[in-house]
């Protein structure tokens, strides 16, 4: 939700600043820009559209310091005027979130005289500190901040003056040491390469960057010292790896998510069983993909430990008033460990006394701060705007936490990388993809888990397809949905668990007798035959039947990858969309 970069060091800032952008870029790519100093004067380029564009204007940007930032529009259209850098006198910045007060502080301004280019929230930043500038930026920043209401990561520099002033309220900000100078960035991975260990600043901090390196403060703007971790980050987990583009790279990366998740959980399995015993109520949240994982997951609770779960959507869920007793365990579930409604949920258990649980693919995010334990989804780096790995590895995590609640067996999970790579490299969606690409609507189908699967399927296929698609419980077809079927729809229906494999055949049938499109997604050898001739039929490897999500799950991510580019698609940057919603 906006990717924000800062340098200051020997080297050049422009081309530094621009390698940063393209790294930051899943985070919005509605406009990008640069500015930079070169000690005396900062001069900016700012550009509607993708991080490449800017290329070509490096040239007019001289100078060792400067600031950049990818936009994901939330005030005011994708365009050249709305895209930052923002510029007020002699100071410009950079802004990730939302200030929720801009319209008064914006009033202010005007009465005051001030004047506005842009119609973003953010602009009022680089007012008020402009306004507060006494001949040091960082007192001016601190003064400003404490008029913001909101979320913000903000960079600023001020021309004529040395060094890159910082500001931290929840949103991230990550500051590190390379050998050429300075760094700041909204995430660890725009860093790898680049900088060995890196800091996570915390909300209420203040930085300020030169070319030696960097002080933290708090809100008083005292020195405060703040943990260095080692960069994880590699500089081939932002590289496509010869795949043509992250997605597919990161779906044929899911056997070793479920492989690393599974091993990392045997580092926090003592902690999770002590953490939650006496466990007698489990609510699962997350937001899009997250949730549907938790979906899966309430079978394993339900199923593995015998214990009541409720699932939310965690933008729900903290707007409610919601019931939780010294026994509530809360699992809050989310790859980025940043999407505010999953943090904010998971804030409001922890603070009305529930044991919280972070499942996350981000060590030091947001989530991790707030939880009473972290259990890590090891899928590794993910840079496509849609989730894939970390689904199946938050599958993984989930699978393994209900097992140890309950004293369960895990070991039929360990088959999930085997049948994973076997699926992957032995399907062949292309008819299916061909059926959905020339449909005016699909309708993914399942029961029990597949059921959860179909809605990650429908959420995967629309995000980056666009195609127009729902998920259904098969069962419920008939109860509505089925008059929406005619020869210009498809059915994908999924079949993984062989008890309810002759109620989604009834399904199946359904779709058949009113003349839709039919295709079926199984692990089941029976079910296969029973369509063969009938049906486009995608035969996955048979497996343990509360394994197959993970399996079924590589099928459908697939399938949506191969629509999108038969339609011509980015699928790692679908239309409107954000990897990590900071914002409300
Ligand atoms: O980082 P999170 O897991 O909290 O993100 C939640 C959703 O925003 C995310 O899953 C989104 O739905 C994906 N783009 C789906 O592919």
Same mark, same amino acid.
């Given at each position: 939700?906006?990717?924000i970069?800062?340098y200051?060091?020997?080297k050049?800032?422009?081309p530094t600043?621009? #390698?940063?952008?393209?790294?930051?870029e899943?985070?919005?790519?509605?406009s990008?820009g640069i500015?930079?100093?070169?000690?005396?004067?900062? =001069?900016? &380029?700012?550009?509607a559209?993708?991080? +490449?564009?800017?290329e070509? =204007?490096?040239?007019?940007l001289? #100078?060792?310091?400067?600031?950049?930032?990818t936009?994901?529009a939330?005030?005011?259209?994708?365009?050249?005027?709305?895209?930052?850098?923002?510029?007020?006198?002699k100071?410009?910045?950079?802004? +990730?979130?939302?200030?929720?007060?801009?319209?008064?502080?914006?009033r202010?301004a005007?009465a005051l005289?001030?004047?506005?280019?842009?119609?973003?929230?953010?602009?009022?930043?680089a007012c008020?500190? %402009?306004?507060?500038?006494?001949?040091?930026?960082?007192? @001016?920043?601190?003064?400003?901040?404490?008029?913001?209401?909101?979320?913000?990561?903000? *960079?600023?520099?001020?021309e004529?003056?040395?060094g890159i002033a910082?500001?931290?309220n929840?949103?991230?900000v990550?500051?590190?040491c390379?050998?050429?100078?300075?760094?700041?960035?909204s995430?660890?991975?725009?860093?790898?390469?680049?900088?060995?260990?890196?800091c996570?600043?915390?909300? #209420?901090?203040?930085? !300020?960057?030169?070319?030696?390196?960097?002080?933290?403060?708090?809100g008083a703007? +005292?020195? &405060?010292s703040?943990?260095m971790?080692?960069?994880?980050?590699l500089?081939?987990?932002?590289?496509?790896?010869?795949?043509p583009? !992250?997605?597919l790279?990161?779906?044929?990366r899911?056997?070793?998510a479920?492989?690393?998740t599974v091993?990392? !959980?045997?580092?926090?399995?003592q902690? !999770?069983?002590?953490?939650?015993?006496?466990?007698?109520?489990?609510?699962? @949240?997350?937001?899009?993909t997250?949730? %549907?994982?938790?979906?899966?997951?309430?079978?394993?609770?339900?199923?593995?430990?015998?214990?009541?779960c409720?699932?939310e959507?965690a933008?729900?869920y903290?707007y409610? %008033?919601?019931?939780?007793?010294?026994?509530?365990?809360?699992?809050?579930?989310s790859?980025?460990?940043?999407?505010?409604?999953?943090?904010?949920?998971?804030? *409001?258990?922890r603070?009305?006394?529930?044991?919280v649980?972070a499942?996350?693919?981000a060590?030091f995010?947001?989530?991790?701060?707030?939880a009473?334990?972290?259990?890590p989804?090891?899928?590794?780096f993910?840079?496509?705007?849609a989730a894939?790995k970390?689904?199946?590895?938050?599958?993984a995590? *989930?699978?393994?936490?209900?097992?140890?609640l #309950?004293?369960?067996?895990?070991?039929?999970?360990e088959?999930?990388?085997?049948?994973?790579?076997?699926?992957?490299d032995?399907m062949d969606i292309?008819?299916?993809a061909?059926?959905?690409?020339h449909?005016?609507g699909?309708?993914?189908?399942?029961r029990?888990?597949?059921?959860?699967?179909?809605?990650?399927?429908?959420?995967?296929l629309?995000?980056?397809?666009?195609?127009?698609c729902?998920?259904?419980?098969a069962?419920?077809?008939k109860?509505?949905?089925?008059?929406?079927i005619?020869?210009?729809?498809?059915?994908? $229906?999924?079949?993984s668990?062989?008890?309810?494999a002759?109620k989604?055949?009834?399904?199946?049938?359904?779709?058949?007798? =009113?003349?839709g499109?039919?295709?079926?997604?199984? $692990?089941?050898?029976?079910?296969a035959?029973?369509f063969?001739g009938r049906?486009?039929v995608?035969l996955?490897?048979?497996?343990?039947?509360?394994v @197959?999500p993970?399996? $079924?799950?590589?099928?459908?991510q697939?399938?949506?990858?191969?629509?999108?580019?038969?339609?011509g698609? %980015?699928?790692?940057?679908p239309?409107n969309?954000?990897?990590?919603?900071t914002?409300?």
């Open positions: 939700m906006c990717g970069i800062g200051i060091g020997k050049a800032a422009a600043i621009y #390698g940063g952008l393209l790294r930051l899943y985070r919005g790519y509605d990008a500015a930079v100093s070169d000690g005396r004067k900062v =001069r900016q &380029v700012k550009l559209g993708r991080v +490449n564009l800017l070509g =204007r490096l040239s007019a001289c #100078g060792n310091a400067g600031i950049g930032h936009r994901w939330t005030h005011g259209a994708p365009d050249d005027v709305n895209a930052h850098p923002h510029r007020a006198g100071i410009t910045i950079v802004h +990730n979130g939302i200030i929720e007060n801009y319209a008064e502080l914006k202010e005007l005289g001030e004047t506005f280019l842009s119609e973003t929230d953010s602009e009022v930043i008020l500190i %402009n306004r507060y500038y006494r001949g040091k930026i960082l007192p @001016a920043l601190k003064e400003a901040c404490g008029r913001l209401r909101g979320s913000y990561a903000i *960079l600023a520099i001020c004529g003056e040395d910082v500001a931290k929840k949103s991230p990550v500051i590190g390379g050998a050429d100078g300075t760094y700041v960035s995430d660890i991975p725009a860093l790898a390469g680049l900088c060995g260990e890196v996570i600043a915390e909300d #209420g901090d203040y930085a !300020f960057l030169t070319a030696e390196g960097f002080e933290i403060y708090d703007l +005292n020195r &405060v703040r943990p971790q080692k960069n994880r980050a500089p081939e987990d932002v590289d496509k790896g010869g795949y583009h !992250f997605m790279k990161e779906i044929y899911s056997p070793r479920a492989e690393d091993r990392a !959980f045997g580092g926090v399995k902690k !999770f069983c002590k953490y939650a015993e006496g466990t007698g109520r489990v609510i699962l @949240a997350g937001c899009g997250a949730y %549907n994982s938790c979906l899966a997951a309430r079978r394993y609770f339900e199923s593995f430990a015998r214990v009541p409720e699932v959507t933008g729900e903290r409610k %008033n919601p019931v939780i007793t010294p026994s509530t365990l809360v699992i809050a579930v790859q980025s460990g940043e999407t505010a409604d999953t943090v904010e949920a998971a804030a *409001l258990a603070g009305r006394g529930a044991k649980i499942v996350t693919n060590p995010s947001a989530l991790t701060r707030i009473g334990l972290t259990v989804v090891a899928a590794g993910e840079v496509c705007v894939t970390s689904y199946t590895g938050q599958l995590a *989930l699978y393994l936490m209900a097992k140890a #309950g004293g369960g067996d895990p070991s039929p999970l088959e999930a990388p085997s049948k994973i790579k076997a699926a992957l032995d292309c008819a299916v061909d059926m959905c690409v449909s005016r699909v309708y993914f189908l399942g029990d888990l597949d059921y959860a699967t179909a809605l990650e399927a429908s959420l995967k629309k995000e980056v397809s666009y195609i127009q729902e998920g259904y419980a069962g419920e077809l109860h509505g949905a089925l008059a929406l005619d020869g210009e729809k498809t059915a994908v $229906t999924i079949i668990d062989p008890a309810l002759g989604c055949e009834n399904a199946v049938e359904q779709v058949i007798s =009113r003349g499109k039919v295709a079926v997604i199984t $692990t089941l050898a029976q079910v035959s029973a063969g049906a486009e995608v996955l490897p048979q497996c343990d039947k509360y @197959a993970l399996v $079924t799950a590589a099928a459908v697939v399938l949506a990858y191969r629509c999108a580019v038969l339609l698609r %980015n699928p790692d940057m239309r969309l954000a990897k990590s919603v914002v409300e």
